[in-house]
T-cell receptor, first 112, second 114 residues
Framework: RKEVEQDPGPFNVPEGATVAFNCTYS??????FFWYRQDCRKEPKLLMS???SGNEDGRFTAQLNRASQYISLLIRDSKLSDSATYLC?????????????FGQGTTLQVKP | GAGVSQSPRYKVAKRGQDVALRCDPI?????LFWYQQALGQGPEFLTY????????KSGLPSDRFFAERPEGSVSTLKIQRTQQEDSAVYLC????????????FGSGTRLTVV
């Protein structure tokens, strides 16, 4: 079993839809959590950090559930430009080096 | 520069050839990471530097892989006797401190071994 797991999708949704992705992690000592966005043939770019209390940035909401060891990303009113692969990343155990373990990524395709 | 710079952008190597990939981190960033990303997968950790010290090389897949950062700035990832399974995108990232913040990736080097 991989340390960080995501459903690869693809998720095909119409413009304006709300879509949610989950990501599970196996190491209960992990302390920091992130969502990255990766466009085709580009590098991953940090979308948002995920905090215990949950956090929102415009149309994007991230949640952390430590008890069940998963993080989620909710995208409201999806746009064509949201089409990309979304990678979740968690710190490796209690490491304070910043080493991140990534999931496989979930592909989102927003259709007109 | 403003971001993490990697070169070359693309590299085609014949099987058995040695390659060297370069990473210029953001100026002043202490931490530097190398990741390998195969097609359809997430980035996989290779190695981590804090300044010039290589503190974690647990992700290097074999002793054919070697990384250095001699002056605590530019880093080079070297792959000796390349194999087809080494074909991937090699990503470099840097951050101001090790800490727990997310970091900035370079555009990567796409290595194809033929």
């Amino acid at each position: 079993r991989k340390e960080v797991e995501q459903d690869p999708g693809p998720f095909n949704v119409p413009e304006g839809a709300t879509v949610a992705f989950n990501c599970t992690y196996s190491n209960s000592a992990s302390q920091s959590f992130f969502w990255y966005r990766q466009d085709c043939r580009k590098e991953p770019k940090l979308l948002m950090s995920v905090y215990s209390s949950g956090n929102e940035d415009g149309r994007f909401t991230a949640q952390l559930n430590r008890a069940s060891q998963y993080i989620s990303l909710l995208i409201r009113d999806s746009k064509l430009s949201d089409s990309a692969t979304y990678l979740c990343a968690v710190t490796h155990g209690s490491s304070n080096t910043g080493k991140l373990i990534f999931g496989q990524g979930t592909t989102l395709q927003v259709k007109p | 520069g403003a971001g993490v710079s990697q070169s070359p952008r693309y590299k085609v190597a014949k099987r058995g050839q040695d390659v060297a990939l370069r990473c210029d981190p953001i100026s002043g960033h202490v931490s530097l990471f190398w990741y390998q990303q195969a097609l359809g997968q997430g980035p996989e950790f290779l190695t981590y530097f804090q300044n010039e010290a290589q503190l974690d090389k647990s992700g290097l897949p074999s002793d054919r892989f070697f990384a250095e950062r001699p002056e605590g700035s530019v880093s080079t990832l070297k792959i000796q006797r390349t194999q087809q399974e080494d074909s991937a995108v090699y990503l470099c990232a840097s951050s101001r401190t090790g800490g727990s913040g997310g970091y900035t990736f370079g555009s990567g080097t796409r290595l194809t071994v033929v």
